[in-house]
T-cell receptor
Framework: KAGVTQTPRYLIKTRGQQVTLSCSPISGHRSVSWYQQTPGQGLQFLFEYFSETQRNKGNFPGRFSGRQFSNSRSEMNVSTLELGDSALYLC???????????FGPGTRLTVL | AQSVTQLGSHVSVSEGALVLLRCNYSSSVPPYLFWYVQYPNQGLQLLLKYTSAATLVKGINGFEAEFKKSETSFHLTKPSAHMSDAAEYFCAVSDRESTDKLIFGTGTRLQVFP
């Protein structure tokens, strides 16, 4: 069974631009969660989607948004990029209600 | 609010020595607890999890962890370190109603010397 895939793996943007990251969960997984990993703040929960609905949200500004499609694929969008948004963005999928998340390799975003 | 504290951002051991990575949690109700490992330029891989079954949990690659409610701890151990264990390890907690929202510790980087 294929694992969680994230595209692109690497991305370079400039301040003020916006970016969209994509996550394809493991087949059959309906829950997708997003995390931001930085050296300073560590791993922080962004949001979680299940059946195209956001169920949980972390403490991030409204510039960070996401959505989930009917095939469970998810995208997250960051608008008006700031230098501090440079991070590894990790996506995880799970069979909702089961206690294990499977992580993708991440998208490394660099904001110049 | 739930939280986890990992004592020691860096741990160094010799190959063959005991590995002990510490994790303490804060939660008003018994949580679910997890240990994840991250190798360079990769995502996170689940090592083991505690979900209120046996308090001694065995995971992959010879790792195990013991849930101690009285100490609010969930330390990760491995009897004999291998060079391939060098990585960053994260302890995480979730509550039973939102298992898809993990709260992570700050991580412990494990170095293994020959």
């Amino acid at each position: 069974k294929a694992g969680v895939t994230q595209t692109p793996r690497y991305l370079i943007k400039t301040r003020g631009q916006q970016v969209t990251l994509s996550c394809s969960p493991i087949s059959g997984h309906r829950s997708v969660s997003w995390y931001q990993q930085t050296p300073g703040q560590g791993l922080q929960f962004l949001f979680e989607y299940f059946s195209e609905t956001q169920r949980n949200k972390g403490n991030f500004p409204g510039r960070f948004s996401g959505r989930q499609f009917s095939n469970s694929r998810s995208e997250m969008n960051v608008s008006t990029l700031e230098l501090g948004d440079s991070a590894l963005y990790l996506c995880a999928s799970s069979i909702a209600g089961v206690d294990e998340q499977f992580f993708g390799p991440g998208t490394r975003l660099t904001v110049l | 609010a739930q939280s986890v504290t990992q004592l020691g951002s860096h741990v160094s051991v010799s190959e063959g020595a005991l590995v002990l990575l510490r994790c303490n949690y804060s939660s008003s109700v018994p949580p679910y607890l997890f240990w994840y490992v991250q190798y360079p330029n990769q995502g996170l891989q689940l090592l083991l999890k505690y979900t209120s079954a046996a308090t001694l949990v065995k995971g992959i690659n010879g790792f195990e962890a013991e849930f101690k409610k009285s100490e609010t701890s969930f330390h990760l151990t491995k009897p004999s370190a291998h060079m391939s264990d060098a990585a960053e390890y994260f302890c995480a907690v979730s509550d039973r109603e939102s298992t898809d929202k993990l709260i992570f510790g700050t991580g412990t980087r494990l170095q293994v010397f020959p």
